[in-house]
């Protein structure tokens, strides 16, 4: 197997397993990537944090392994923040198993240089017992402006419990958010993140990301949201809750996190795990397995059912698609001018069958199907699903397809749906094609 599929402009690994985003963060300028890791095997082992920095969030650098297990496990999920006297801290799972075979799992800080570069155990780890739940993993620390303290978020079974500090060492349970909100499978509720975000209004919402694995949208992993309002102890829920919100309606989009920014932001930067549980340990990859997303700015939009969270490529990120020097790498802008019952073909890679239709549902409403077939030895890799959402007002439906050896990234309606998904076609590198009134059209870079 070659390095056919390896993007050209989404992180990988150079070898080993990789998975969830970690400890996302900008310092003086440069932004770190740490990941879950096994360095020794492309399937997933014993967890370490990898590391890599960018500039420009496309182009990366793979560092040093940052993490490695130690005496209170291996190395879970987490995050990383800069304090107001500029000290860099991690905080991360330790996780090991029980005599009896189950899992336990406990948080604990490190302290490292400002070029994260060296990395030094916090002597008192760790800092969060496990109060008792089987999964309590992937913190997520956030400073909190408000109320002057540290919010650490945690994973407790189906609920996220929130946690409050002045130190990052001492923490206190504020409370929990979940029950009866949004959706909930066999799987816990992980991987989660809390931004502020500026409403149209002018008002600061809060958006409480989670990641589900399995029960998404589409088979599988998948990345939910709630929109609301959190004081600095407890998260409040905006809509009823009932209400399912997706980060992105793909089968490939899990365990999204944001970089923390000193001062923060109100168009934070989210990347995801561009796999699913399902089938991510049977990916037809060589001598790594797994890639990131690209980073997506996070922003809040008014549509008619509400707020919802829009998303946009950064300009910077967006700019490495321009070079023909990047063969099956390519991005793509569609106006699509349907009439009620007109539909809109997608063909990928040389392939017969279309990969996404694109239709006019109605005056206001509008889908796209995808789809996918099933390859040998990944049975559950094939879908045919329906993402549907309302139609623009002036009657046209933007899309942008960021294409990248495989990894399809679908952006519609402004940045209101995203249908991210992985393939393995026999050849990467051959251009798409629209189909629409019986005719057939090559799309073109930009």
């Not at 990537?33 to 650098?61: E, I, N, R």
């Not at 800069?82 to 899992?103: F, M, N, R, V, W």
């Not at 994260?116 to 999964?135: C, D, S, W, Y």
């Amino acid at each position: 197997m070659t390095e056919k599929f390896r993007p050209n402009l989404h992180f990988s690994p150079r070898a080993g397993w990789m998975n969830d985003p970690n400890g996302m963060i900008r310092v003086d300028g440069v932004w770190h990537l740490f990941f879950q890791h096994d360095p020794d095997s492309t399937l997933h082992g014993p967890m370490h944090w990898g590391h890599a920095t960018s500039k420009d969030l496309v182009h990366w650098q793979e560092q040093q392994v940052a993490l490695y297990p130690g005496a209170l496990g291996t190395c879970f999920s987490g995050s990383a923040v800069e304090t107001t006297e500029g000290a860099i801290k991690l905080l991360y799972t330790a996780h090991s198993t029980t005599a009896a075979g189950e899992d336990y799992q406990v948080q604990c800080l490190v302290h490292a240089d400002r070029a994260l570069a060296r990395f030094e155990n916090h002597p008192a780890n760790p800092v969060v017992p496990n109060p008792g739940f089987t999964a309590f993993r992937d913190p997520k620390v956030i400073w909190h402006e408000p109320s002057q303290r540290w919010i650490m978020l945690v994973t407790e079974g189906q609920s996220i419990g929130f946690y409050g500090s002045d130190d990052l060492e001492r923490w206190t349970h504020l409370s929990s958010f979940g029950e009866t909100h949004g959706r909930h499978s066999p799987g816990p509720w992980e991987c989660p993140d809390l931004v502020p975000l500026l409403a149209p209004n002018g008002e600061i919402q809060w958006v409480l990301i989670v990641g589900l694995n399995p029960g998404g949208y589409a088979p599988g992993s998948g990345t939910q949201y709630f929109i609301g309002h959190f004081d600095g102890t407890a998260f409040t829920n905006a809509n009823p809750p009932e209400t399912e919100l997706w980060l992105d309606y793909g089968r490939d989009y899990y365990a999204a996190q944001t970089f923390f920014e000193t001062g923060g932001t109100q168009r934070p930067t989210a990347i995801a795990w561009a796999s699913n549980w399902l089938y991510a340990k049977q990916t037809k990859t060589a001598a790594f397995r797994g890639v990131m997303s690209l980073p997506r700015e996070l922003r809040l939009a008014a549509t008619p059912d509400g707020l919802r969270v829009a998303a946009h490529v950064p300009a910077s990120a967006e700019a490495g698609f321009g070079s023909a020097a990047l063969p099956g790498t390519s991005r793509v802008d569609l106006m699509a001018d349907l009439a009620v019952g007109e539909e809109m073909a997608i063909v990928l890679f040389g392939e017969e069958e279309p990969h996404f239709v694109v239709r006019r549902d109605s005056s206001e409403r509008g889908s796209i199907r995808t789809i996918r077939q099933a390859i040998a030895g990944m049975d559950q890799f094939g879908h045919d699903y329906v993402v549907d959402f309302f139609w623009p007002a002036d009657d046209v439906l933007d899309l942008t397809l960021f294409i990248d050896r495989g990894l399809v990234e679908l952006s519609a309606a402004d940045g209101l749906v995203w249908i991210t998904n992985l393939f393995y076609p026999a050849d990467p590198e051959a251009p798409p094609v629209m189909r629409n009134m019986g005719q057939t059209q090559e799309l073109t870079n930009g």
